[in-house]
Nanobody, 128 residues
Framework: QVQLVESGAGLVQAGGSLRLSCAASARTFSTNGMGWFRQVPGKEREFVAAISWSGGSTHYADSVKGRFTISRDNAKNTLYLQMNSLKPEDTAVYYC?????????????????????WGQGTQVTVSS
């Protein structure tokens, strides 16, 4: 069983940077693609970024392209999201997710129920 634990929550001013981490508790980091999603109260969870197992393929939501970078370190069983040039509209609870089946594009297109593992979420607040 894979468990995902996010960290890196924080409050940052607009224009600032923050890095989120997602650690997988498993003997082997054997999932396929992984991704980041975010959710604000009253809205549906939305896709942010996804990465293939090898890291060779990445996908981003248009709203974060050029500002966010997803990466993973399979030796450390950890997924990252580097967030630069943050905007107040980036404020949300950020979740990491993993799939045994889908690679990066599949994670971008999958529904919430189609992804196998989810973290508990970490709050990012960007002040104006």
């Amino acid at each position: 069983q894979v468990q995902l634990v996010e960290s890196g929550a924080g409050l940052v001013q607009a224009g600032g940077s923050l890095r989120l981490s997602c650690a997988a508790s498993a003997r082997t980091f054997s999932t396929n693609g992984m991704g980041w999603f975010r959710q604000v109260p009253g809205k549906e969870r939305e896709f942010v970024a996804a990465i293939s197992w090898s890291g060779g393929s990445t996908h981003y939501a248009d709203s974060v392209k050029g500002r966010f970078t997803i990466s993973r370190d399979n030796a450390k069983n950890t997924l990252y999201l580097q967030m630069n040039s943050l905007k107040p509209e980036d404020t949300a609870v950020y979740y990491c997710a993993a799939s045994n089946y889908y690679s990066a594009l599949g994670i971008q297109l999958a529904t919430e129920k189609e992804l196998d593992y989810w973290g508990q979420g970490t709050q990012v607040t960007v002040s104006s």
